[in-house]
């Protein structure tokens, strides 16, 4: 029976890896056009269309009824040019080595477009967290952590909340890295609980960094935030807090969805009402009996549509179908390439991932920052900066586009990457 099983995961994991091929494959070749663009000889392209180090760890865990099951962990250091790699660790049961790897490219173009002194690093954990309890989690996490200590530290690599992560396994991951070091290391990790040396507004910053690139677009083309339909994508942590910032801020939130289906209403729905009645995993459309699909959710009437959700939503196939206007990407990946450029010649301005969801790690540095120095900022400095930071972003690379003449995905990507072109030319790599 246990050969049937493993055969049928093994099965699992290859089709998976199919889409996260892709996905990496789509990464390099775009990262190859913008350094292209910028003048860069192959080499570049060559040191940077990889990451510099690659770890795969076997976690053994002891699960609560007594048996021993393995877990398979990565950690993607995409590169150190320009300082420590920084990215966050996901658990989930269709992570691969190939969107680990993609990730933590994305993440070294994040912080070039914020001009953030990191490199890009991912980590990932094949599990399905939904699944365990909590000593399960707790011991998978510090497992992972003792498995990937020799590679990570704050003048390493800093991990960071991701999908199916939170403060709690921060705090774990944290607590098992200064046991091994025999010293107290807030600056290990982000996204901590703030008495354990957290940042004020870290668990709303890619929601905040999301909502303040919204605000940016809708002035480009002269509309209201109040007057604007919105749909989101997702409900976890980012779909969630943008839905609530939306709705706060006189938006009408039209239509909003889970993995399992979507809600709408044309008059708006009730935010805090469904916020009340979520649970720890974003899930919401399973309580109401008059749903639609996430498919049908993307293709509705609105001004402005947020992906929150997975990577590979909006495609050759339903591009010419959107309806919005503007599309802000939450999520990583939600927009293929080909559905890219369908949506440029529409004229929908798409304000890409790597841009939009750069709150997130915006706050990360801070809380590093902050954790460096010993001194803690109030919320209003936290936010504060942020706007600064996201505003400052956005221009760039809205005018480095319109200079160019391409869309602002190429033009957040050749800012993105130049910094590390640059380190790792000064540097005498390249």
Not at 62 to 70: L, P, R, V, Y
Not at 83 to 103: D, I, M, S, Y
Not at 121 to 133: A, T
Request: negative net charge.
């Amino acid at each position: 029976m246990s050969s049937v099983k493993e055969k049928e995961e093994v099965l699992k994991r290859e089709e998976e890896k199919d889409g996260s091929d892709d996905l990496f494959f789509s990464t390099q070749q775009v990262i190859k056009e913008a350094l292209t663009k910028l003048g860069y000889r192959d080499e570049v392209f060559e040191l940077l269309k990889e990451p510099i180090r690659m770890l795969t760890v076997r976690i053994p865990v002891k699960m609560d009824n007594g048996s021993i099951q393995i877990f398979t962990g990565f950690r993607s250091q995409h590169n150190d040019a320009v300082g420590p790699t920084k990215g966050g660790v996901r658990f989930h049961p269709e992570v691969t080595e190939e969107e680990v790897k993609a990730l933590s490219i994305w993440m070294t173009l994040k912080c070039g477009i914020t001009n953030l002194p990191y490199g890009g690093g991912k980590g990932g954990i094949i599990c399905d967290p939904r699944k365990m309890s909590f000593g399960e989690l707790e011991r998978l996490s510090r497992g992972y952590v003792r498995a990937v200590s020799q590679i990570v530290g704050p003048t390493k690599d800093i991990p960071a909340p991701d999908v199916y992560t939170n403060s709690q396994i921060m705090a774990w991951m944290m607590d098992e890295y200064s046991r091994l070091r025999e010293f107290d290391s807030p600056g290990f990790i982000t996204g901590k609980p703030i008495v354990l040396g957290g940042s004020h507004g870290r668990e709303t910053a890619t929601a905040r960094g999301v909502a303040i690139c919204i605000a940016e677009a809708l002035k480009t083309k002269n509309l209201r935030l109040q007057d604007a339909r919105i749909v989101v994508q997702g409900f976890g942590n980012a779909g969630s807090f943008l839905a609530k910032f939306m709705h706060d801020a006189g938006a009408k939130v039209v239509g909003i969805s889970d993995v399992h289906g979507g809600l709408y209403d044309p008059n708006g729905l009730d935010i805090p009402y469904l916020l009340d009645r979520r649970d720890s995993f974003g899930m919401i459309s399973q309580l109401f009996q008059n749903t639609i699909s996430n498919e049908e959710l993307l293709e509705l009437d609105c001004d402005i549509l947020v992906p929150a959700a997975v990577s590979n939503q909006i495609t050759a196939q339903n591009a010419h179908r959107i309806k919005a206007s503007i599309i802000v990407e939450a999520a990583n990946g939600p927009t293929t390439m080909e559905a890219t450029n369908i949506l440029t010649e529409r004229g929908i301005l798409l304000v890409p991932d790597i841009l939009a969801s750069a709150g997130g790690v915006t706050v990360s540095y801070f809380e590093w920052v902050q954790n460096n120095q010993g001194y803690y900022w109030s919320e209003e400095e936290v936010y504060g900066k942020l706007q600064r930071v996201m505003i400052d972003s956005f221009e760039t690379v809205f005018e480095t586009a319109q200079a160019h003449q391409v869309n602002m995905r190429m033009a957040a990507y050749m800012i993105g990457i130049r910094k590390t072109a640059e380190a790792a030319r000064f540097r005498g790599w390249i």
